[in-house]
């Protein structure tokens, strides 16, 4: 079936540090891959989203490579900052009719401390 | 458009109660998602629908679960009997149509059973 298998967390980083989270995925298809932040108290929000093979979705200095061979999408930031505390979610969807609904990872609590 | 409505945003029952949450979707996006996500998990999907036809459900959506989208606008969910295990928070989004269109996430309703 289609699942993603997401680094555990939490992870806690001094601001301005190197970030990755890992996400791997299994899926029957030819996948979309996203990754979701949720903000304290605030509703899940799209932060980046890849299409096909070696594609690279980015925002906000967030990036993260669509790697067929390895059935990847880690995400990554070269400095992170205090605001980018949040859970993130690594996600998958399958085009086809119907639902095209989404797979999620299991999230990966981020705190970045000053 | 201030974007995903979902009312209410907490609600506290007794086990064997039946409770209905309520989701607006964006007023132009014509595809409507339940999900569920309990503590420490990602989102998991319950079911799907395209203006007012249910068109997909999980086999999460138990018979004591019953979703409806009367005018392809707004859409309830409904719990009857409730159980602890039911306690969630359950989460809506929505779509426009066409392929690759993002889902956008509402606040969710948080349910916790007693």
């Known amino acids: 079936g289609d699942s993603v298998t997401q680094m555990e967390g939490p992870v806690t980083l001094s601001e301005e540090a190197f970030l990755t989270i890992n996400c791997t995925y299994t899926?029957?298809?030819?996948?979309?891959l996203f990754w979701y932040v949720q903000y304290p108290g605030e509703g899940l929000q799209l932060l980046l989203k890849a299409t096909k093979a070696d594609d690279k979705g980015s925002n906000k200095g967030f990036e993260a490579t669509y790697r067929k061979e390895t059935t990847s999408f880690h995400l990554e930031k070269g400095s992170v900052q205090v605001s980018d505390s949040a859970v993130y979610f690594c996600?998958?969807?399958?085009?086809?009719?119907?639902?095209?609904?989404?797979?999620f990872g299991t999230g990966t609590r981020l705190t970045v401390i000053p | 458009d201030t974007g995903v409505s979902q009312n209410p945003r907490h609600k506290i029952t007794k086990r064997g109660q039946n409770v209905t949450f309520r989701c607006d979707p964006i007023?132009?996006?014509?595809?409507l998602y339940w999900y569920r996500q309990t503590l420490g998990q990602g989102p998991e999907f319950l079911t799907y629908f395209q203006n007012e036809a249910q068109l997909e459900k999980s086999r999460l959506l138990s018979d004591r679960f019953s979703a409806e989208r009367p005018k392809g606008s707004f859409s309830t969910l409904e719990i009857q009997r409730t159980e602890q295990g039911d306690s969630a928070m359950y989460l809506c989004?929505?779509?426009?149509?066409?392929?690759?269109?993002?889902?956008?996430f509402g606040p969710g309703t948080r349910l916790t059973v007693t």
């Open positions: 007023s132009e996006h014509n595809r």
């Open positions: 899926a029957t298809g030819y996948p979309s």
């Open positions: 996600a998958l969807k399958i085009e086809k009719t119907g639902a095209n609904n989404l797979f």
């Open positions: 989004a929505s779509s426009a149509p066409g392929t690759g269109s993002e889902q956008y």
